[in-house]
């Protein structure tokens, strides 16, 4: 059963789905991509309910085992993962399916509404709580699926209403309070107890994970901001349609303030779309509108991100992007409708020294562009080496891919050296 989120379905505003704010065009190619280093073959499609079953003509390396579809059958605007369950967000619901039968659940009673529109992304807290990031500037907090309150909080805009220097110019003639986003969420991640957000309205906002409590406010860019991920450590990450990623870290004090360290600007696109961070959070990849996937690493004394190299290109807009945890590997969907697998090539001579960033794959099959990824976690097999991965498109379908990253890492290009 699903959740809703919004009462309204306006067909006109459906593709704000899977937009990205920017105040530059760029097209997006709606050809078939041709592919470089290997081809998903075609799947053969049975009707089996509740779910479409594939057949696939097997690649060596990797390939779809399952394609689910909402009840709405609306565009996939974003996946998430928690435990055994794959989270869906399409049109105003949000659908959740187990991972280990690929079947939609069905034990959730009742309804929640809202005005939320559309669900931008979906993130988790350590108590069950489910937060959803929506179109209408709002986040959104659940539990068992019930709609517990809504951020900025009724208590947080009490404590600082009253107060002048709370308010914020938003537009001409209107003032918010700071602690509110006043356009579309578009991002959104916790990390060491604290909730990261951005927007279309330019911001990075800061909240307590434990009472929700708007803790900073800061103007990251001049556009709007697309993504955010942050490392363990702590540092984060913003990607805008300024074409710039900015870099910000915590003090070392015991009140939270983040500060801009440094900015990365020769992004190749003039709309960076997605950003995606290694485990370790030395490599950080971002994708944009012009298609292009580039590496940033970190280098030198003062261990700052810098730039690395052009990864490689979809044919058309990157959409999102991946890291796959304990895998030196990364996945991006974009607008040709495909999903690539990016990783090293082989250092020079099997010497173990780190090879430049290559595509080691291509998994075709969806109709529409690829708008979210997520790992689907329960049925990691890392002892066999395989890994399985969710892409959910504008086509209204999410397709489950078994990615065998033992192989693909042995047979990756023996030799490729960064010079």
């Given at each position: ?202 911001t990075l906002k800061i909240w307590r994970a434990t009472d929700y409590k708007c803790l900073e406010s800061l103007t990251a860019h001049e556009d709007a901001v697309n993504a955010v991920v942050v490392s ?188």
């Amino acid at each position: 059963m699903a959740f809703e989120s919004s009462t309204s379905n306006n067909s006109s505003t459906l593709s704000k789905e899977w937009s990205f704010r920017s105040t530059s065009s760029s097209s997006i190619s709606n050809n078939s991509s041709t592919t470089t280093n290997y081809l998903l073959s075609h799947c053969i499609r049975i009707n089996i309910e509740p779910v479409e079953k594939l057949i696939p003509v097997h690649h060596p390396y990797y390939k779809c085992i399952v394609t689910l579809k909402t009840p709405n059958h609306h565009h996939i605007s974003c996946l998430a993962t928690q435990g055994k369950l794959l989270y869906a967000a399409s049109g105003n619901q949000i659908t959740t399916f187990d991972l280990t039968t690929f079947s939609p659940v069905v034990s959730f009673e009742g309804r929640d509404l809202s005005s939320g529109g559309f669900i931008k992304s979906i993130a988790f807290c350590e108590d069950n709580k489910i937060l959803t990031a929506h179109q209408d500037s709002k986040i959104r907090v659940w539990k068992r699926h019930r709609l517990e309150t809504t951020l900025p909080t009724m208590k947080d805009k009490l404590r600082r209403f009253a107060c002048a220097k709370n308010y914020v110019q938003v537009r001409r003639n209107k003032r918010k309070l700071w602690i509110q986003h006043n356009d579309a969420v578009s991002g959104m991640t916790l990390s060491n107890g604290l909730i990261y957000t951005v927007s279309w309205d330019k911001t990075l906002k800061i909240w307590r994970a434990t009472d929700y409590k708007c803790l900073e406010s800061l103007t990251a860019h001049e556009d709007a901001v697309n993504a955010v991920v942050v490392s363990s450590n702590g540092t984060v990450y913003t990607g805008s349609a300024d074409g710039k990623i900015i870099v910000w870290e915590r003090g070392n004090d015991k009140v939270v303030r983040h500060s801009r360290v440094s900015t990365l600007e020769n992004h190749r696109s003039t709309v960076v779309n997605a950003l995606a961070l290694s485990k370790d959070g030395k490599v950080l990849l971002s994708g944009g509108c012009d298609g292009v996937v580039m590496a940033w690493e970190k280098e030198g004394e003062n261990d700052r991100m810098v730039e690395s190299e052009v990864v490689g290109s979809h044919d058309g807009a990157v959409l999102c992007l991946l890291g796959l945890d304990g895998h030196d590997l990364f996945v991006s969907g974009g607008a040709d409708r495909t999903v690539r697998i990016w990783g090293r090539g082989e250092g020079e001579c099997g010497s173990g020294s780190k090879g430049l960033f290559c595509c080691l794959g291509v998994l075709e099959g969806h109709d529409k562009p690829v708008r979210s990824l997520a790992v689907a976690a329960t049925i990691l097999r890392t002892e066999n080496g395989v890994v399985s991965v969710c892409s959910g498109s504008l086509d209204g379908e999410i397709r489950v891919w078994e990615i065998m990253v033992s192989e693909l890492i042995n047979n990756r290009p023996p030799y490729m050296k960064k010079y």
